[in-house]
């Protein structure tokens, strides 16, 4: 199972980043509403199946390793300046960050969602996370091929670098299979907090979507029905 799992994880980041040769260069309706699904869907299944898998159990602290998940989200964006929700910020040419340093910021994000993908837990729950993760891999991987083809990166460096980040999230699980059978760990404490951390990181992503997709913070209906829609589906997710 975990074989195919990460064959799609792969694969979904490979495929989307190549949808950016289908997209004219000055149409971002798309990519909108993909990022307004993405956000409404991930804080659908956040608040709907992963706080309730921390926040039911025992675990102490969990509530600061969320903020922490948080914080480190903030940090890492010094780095992508907003690249995970979407942001293509302009730059004059020397003021520009290399391409590897976003994709540094970029690959410890993704290391860090695939980090509680790992056995021996609730297999619906592991489905829901792989799903989210997915789901928001699709904006982030068009945004990071626009990107790497803005700064002036070959198709071939562009996509090299594209399976760099699409590697990250199947590595991330494969750290934590080592952690669990070269160290003496808890693997459900272990899965509790990284998981919490996860949450922090799904919490300011999906926020930052909802409240930046658009100008001026507003929604047209377009995008209210778009969110709905991943809300609902979020929701019915959660139900399986």
Known sequence: MSFVVYIV???????SGSLIFLFRHDDERILKFLLAFSGAFLIG????????????KPAAF????????????????????GAEHGHIH???????????????GLCIHSFLEGMPIVEGFNLKLQHTLVTGIVVHNIPISITLMSLFLHYGCSKTRAFVYLLVFALMTPLGSMFSRLLDTS????????????????????LHVSTSILF???????????KFITVVIGLGVAFGISLL
Do not use: C, M, W
């Open 183 to 202: 160290l003496s760990l808890s693997l459900e404490t272990y899965y509790t907090y990284i998981l919490a951390v996860v949450i922090g990181i799904f």
């Open 62 to 81: 969990a509530g600061v390793f969320v903020l922490l998940g948080f914080l480190l989200q903030l940090i890492l964006e010094l780095i992508t300046e």
């Open 90 to 104: 302009e730059h004059k040419d020397n003021e520009r960050a290399a391409p590897f340093l976003l994709l540094i």
């Open 212 to 222: 930046e997709t658009e100008e001026n913070h507003k929604y047209n209906l377009q």
């Open 45 to 56: 299944i956040t608040f709907l199946k992963l706080v309730p898998e921390v926040f039911t």
């Open 9 to 15: 994880l792969v694969f979904t980041v490979i495929g």
